[in-house]
């Protein structure tokens, strides 16, 4: 399985602190979701990046630490557009049980809302939190993926993040998105964040959507019989590939080997 961070190559702390990854001169999805405009991504492009974020976020939880800002421009693609991978770490910390966070960490709109206050909070204040606020942001980012709209629009980053934390709006589900999908999504930004599913579980119900969209097998094919067995095999497109006359010789000789053996023991 591909890994879906970037790769760490290597780092310095003299005589600046220096932090080396792998180059991707794909662009941010970002960048490239704004070059697509109006158009979408295609359904399986939207779950191979979906996959691919959600397999990161989740070797970052599992290794107890919380990114705190999850979104498009944290998130860089290939050069050849096949995969993205996640960036930037610079607000990611460690989570512990009893330790009080920084709240308002993050970008606005793709904030949870457990990280503001019925009340304003200060620049530095701290509040308890745990990693579903990445869950949260996954689920606009895959919002985004699937509409290629910036969320919460028309309004300005306060104003969204005061209708996301205090009225409780989320973009807008358009109708053409698969029922499994929107439930994903919606699942990822409900309020209580106790109520969010992990990602492990957001990349089974990937996985499981993902395969009712594969086409089935194709049924078994018939045995031949041995005489057109050697005369023809079927290809998967339905063409016929003839043995060549070499081949068939050579199962000949063979066969007649098999016969003159077969004699010769019933002589002895």
Not at 18 to 23: D, G, H, N, P, R
Not at 54 to 80: E, F, Q, S, V, Y
Not at 261 to 266: C, E, F, Q, S, V
């Amino acid at each position: 399985m591909r890994t879906s961070s970037r790769q760490f190559i290597g780092a310095c702390k003299d005589p600046l602190m220096v932090i080396v990854t792998e180059l991707l001169p794909g662009l941010s999805l970002r960048k490239y979701l704004n070059s697509l405009r109006p158009n979408q991504l295609e359904l399986n492009v939207v779950l191979s990046y979906a996959l691919d974020i959600a397999r990161a976020m989740d070797c970052l939880h599992a290794n107890g630490i919380i990114h705190r800002d999850l979104k498009p421009d944290n998130l860089l693609l290939t050069a050849n557009h096949k995969s993205v991978k996640l960036a930037d770490f610079g607000l990611a910390r460690e989570e512990t049980l009893t330790e009080m966070m920084t709240a308002e960490t993050g970008t606005y709109r793709w904030m949870a809302p457990e990280l503001y206050s019925t009340v304003t909070l200060r620049q530095g204040e701290k509040k308890h939190y745990n990693n579903r606020v990445d869950v949260y942001s996954f689920g606009i980012v895959l919002w985004e993926l699937l509409t290629n709209r910036m969320p919460f629009e028309g309004m300005s980053n306060l104003q969204a993040a005061y209708a996301a934390a205090f009225k409780q709006e989320r973009p807008k589900i358009p109708d053409d998105i698969a029922p499994e999908l929107a439930f994903i999504i919606q699942s990822c930004w409900v309020e209580d964040p106790n109520l969010r599913p992990s990602f492990s579980q957001i990349i089974r119900m990937l996985n499981q959507y993902l395969f009712t969209l594969q086409p089935p097998a194709p049924p078994p094919q018939p045995c031949l019989p041995e005489s057109e067995a050697n005369q023809a095999a079927s290809t998967s497109n339905g063409a016929i590939t003839e043995f060549s006359a070499r081949a068939r010789g050579k199962f000949s000789f063979i066969r007649q080997l098999f016969a003159a053996t077969k004699r010769t023991r019933n002589l002895q």
